[in-house]
């Protein structure tokens, strides 16, 4: 395209690209850790391990909200996808964003089962296939749980491990479930129940959990609103889904109004099955859940039964809050070996002294199994008696902030990503920081499991945290990839390799390319030529400038296009710093704060100093990322010191170190100090805000 005839005098200042901006509002601080800072990897980080060369599968729904992400930066536009594609809703973004945040080295695979059943086998195995085969993925993780049953390893289990056996260098990561409040276990405990003029032993909820005598469960049904309740026995596993054992006893599950009318109700012999129901009333009602033995039959085993209550909405961390909840008996019977593991989500809002609470919703365990794996490997035998599985094995925090769909509509939004569905995938980011620092496959679960900070009152395993909350670096130093410290608190070991700084200093060209780009902008075609050739070329000041022009002379649209390949194709910090100027002020893309705060961080990283104001003021103002004033302070001084000067950066320091205490103040000014000497330690805050 020609250039020249869009030159036209515009006597603004060249830096308008690259400008500031004025807000002020300036939100509360928050000095909690983010959870990215909690998995603690800055050592690996340091040391520039990133996830390169390791390929890292997904499972999960879909990914609605891709193409949109991976234009603004937020994913990589080199995502490979297999299965049932694009699959419904958005929660596979979201995992993928997660892992790109921890290892952006890594290169992403997703896959949408085709089918999954009650048990959460065939399509989800199909997915490890794809993504393990021709993908060639090195870690896989997913957040599709199996429900409640009795036999391990289950069909998805036994097919996993096939593939694990197959495929000596995959590692699997699963997540324990978010079913906590909604999750009862149980002995049977038969009472008599009266139901439409007929009695059944029904399963005692009281007795078996010590308690004084109850037929049912009970809770409260709010108005358009439905659940899905799965019921796990002791029995036989089906051979498929539509052939249930005859030697199985034949059960009912049925949920009834606080009447103890029948709402809904379902009688098989199945070793598991599902019952769903939609409150389409105006009003909420008391719902009453029975579990009923619907026959004589004899059984020569003792019977058990699991139940397992969620409200039928996208959402898996909802689930139905049960009054007999039991906390043993994990849901997910998944992926056990040495290379795979199990974990639950810690909420890291909760940080105090290196300690979280566990998200409430967090199922616990250990496992009760009834059933292995045979001999030849393809089928179930019954424990003579049920056998213990602890898990989970660590904790990860959650609530990563990702990109969800607006409630307009209309762009999308930063919200935290809550359950194990967000702590399944910051596990496998970790993992793959360790792969690419060559810590070997089949130690890494032993690994994080040996290496976790303890959560419990003791040291060793339990069953609300496993062996504690993950730690990165120290997993690392265990594999013996990173020398262990001498101060853990150092931010920098001084028995470290130095790590390479890529700090960006304009070269003479890249100066006379601005000086043609003023100008130009004040209509002096000449210089414009100049500056058309040199970008034709391939150079990319030229390119840069030449988006500066545009801009400034009303082509937003051709500003963003140079600018941004230039940021993806090249990672030229002054091209990085121009497209989180365009994200922020919509110009040419659309407005996308999360997105600026990428691209200014990444600038800012190379040591371009208004980049790092600009990553400040947005931690100061919560856009885009979690406030964080000492943060945002530090940042801000950096920029000073490395020469920006402004009146909007001289007030804005002014109103946030008002706002901090001398303590803070002092610790702004030796993170600033740090950050000057070497801008890319600039902490990595993507997935905190």
Request: glycine content about 10%; charged content about 15%; some cysteine.
């Amino acid at each position: 395209m020609s250039y020249l005839k869009r030159a036209v005098p515009v006597a603004i200042a060249i830096s308008a690209i690259c400008g500031y901006f004025s807000d002020s509002a300036i939100a509360a601080t928050s000095n909690i850790p983010s959870p990215i800072q909690i998995i603690n990897a800055s050592q690996l980080i340091n040391h520039g391990y990133n996830g390169q060369g390791i390929n890292v599968g997904i499972i999960s729904n879909g990914i609605a909200n891709y193409n949109i992400l991976s234009r603004s930066g937020l994913l990589p536009k080199d995502v490979r996808f297999y299965g049932n594609m694009p699959g419904s809703g958005d929660e596979g973004d979201w995992m993928m964003q997660v892992i790109h945040d921890i290892a952006p080295g890594a290169k992403l695979g997703f896959c949408t089962p085709a089918a999954s059943s009650a048990i959460g086998a065939s399509g989800i195995v199909e997915c490890e296939k794809l993504l393990a085969e021709k993908f060639h993925a090195n870690i896989i993780t997913d957040d599709l749980n199996a429900k409640p049953q009795f036999w391990s390893p289950t069909p998805k289990t036994m097919l996993s491990g096939k593939l694990l056996n197959k495929l000596k260098n995959l590692l699997l990561i699963s997540g324990v479930g978010n079913f906590g409040g909604g999750y009862y276990e149980g002995a049977w405990e038969p009472t008599p129940f009266l139901l439409a003029g007929k009695s059944y032993p029904a399963q005692d909820f009281g007795k078996s959990v010590g308690q004084g005598s109850r037929p049912y469960d009970s809770f409260i049904m709010p108005s358009h609103t439905g659940v899905n309740i799965f019921l796990g026995i002791n029995s036989s596993p089906e051979a498929s889904s539509r052939s249930c054992p005859s030697s199985n006893p034949k059960m009912t599950m049925a949920l009834l109004n606080g009447h103890n009318e029948v709402l809904t109700s379902q009688t098989q012999r199945c070793a598991l099955f599902k019952l769903t129901y939609f409150n389409s009333n105006s009003s909420a009602i008391t719902a009453r859940i029975v579990v009923l033995k619907d026959g004589t039959e004899p059984s020569d085993q003792s019977l058990a039964v699991k139940m397992l209550a969620q409200w039928a909405e996208r959402s898996a961390t909802r689930s139905v809050p049960l009054r007999y909840n039991t906390l043993g008996g994990a849901s997910n019977s998944g992926l056990l070996g040495p290379r795979s593991i199990i974990v639950a989500a810690v909420d890291p809002n909760t940080y105090l002294r290196n300690r979280l609470a566990i998200e409430p919703f967090a199922t616990s365990g250990p496992l009760r199994l009834n059933y292995g794996i045979n001999s030849s490997g393809d089928g179930l035998i019954r424990f003579p008696s049920p056998q213990r599985i602890d898990i989970p094995g660590v904790v990860v925090p959650d609530r990563f902030m990702v990109a969800m769909p607006s409630s307009g509509g209309a762009g999308y939004v930063m919200r935290p990503f809550i359950g194990d569905s967000a702590a399944g995938p910051a596990a496998a980011g970790v993992a793959a920081l360790l792969l690419s620092a060559h810590a070997p496959v089949d130690q890494i679960s032993e690994l994080l499991k040996k290496s976790a900070y303890p959560q419990g009152r003791a040291p060793g395993w339990n069953s609300r945290y496993g062996y504690g909350l993950i730690d990165a670096d120290k997993a690392a130093v265990m594999a013996g990839v990173l020398p262990e410290e001498r101060n853990p608190s150092a931010a920098h070991r001084e028995n470290a390799p130095a790590s390479p700084i890529h700090r960006f200093r304009p070269s003479p060209a890249f100066l006379h390319e601005q000086t043609l780009a003023m100008a130009a902008i004040h209509g002096n075609t000449t210089s414009l030529t100049e500056i058309q050739k040199a970008a034709d070329a391939g150079d990319e000041g030229g390119r840069f400038w030449l988006a500066v022009y545009d801009q400034k002379t009303g082509h937003d649209a051709e500003a963003a296009d140079l600018c941004s390949s230039a940021a993806h194709k090249s990672e030229f910090p002054p091209a990085e710093n121009c497209l989180g100027t365009l994200f922020y002020r919509g110009l040419g893309v659309h407005k996308d704060y999360r997105a600026a705060y990428i691209w200014w961080l990444r600038a800012a990283r190379a040591g371009i100093p208004n980049a790092a104001f600009r990553v400040g003021l947005l931690q100061a103002k919560g856009f885009g990322t979690a406030t964080n004033l000492v943060d945002a302070y530090a940042l801000m001084l950096t920029a000073k010191t490395e020469g920006l000067r402004n009146p909007i950066l001289a007030t804005t320091m002014d109103k946030i170190r008002n706002r901090l205490s001398a303590d803070d103040q002092r610790i702004a000014g030796n993170m600033a100090r740090g950050y000057v000497s070497d801008p890319s330690s600039i902490r990595r805050q993507r997935n905190s805000g």
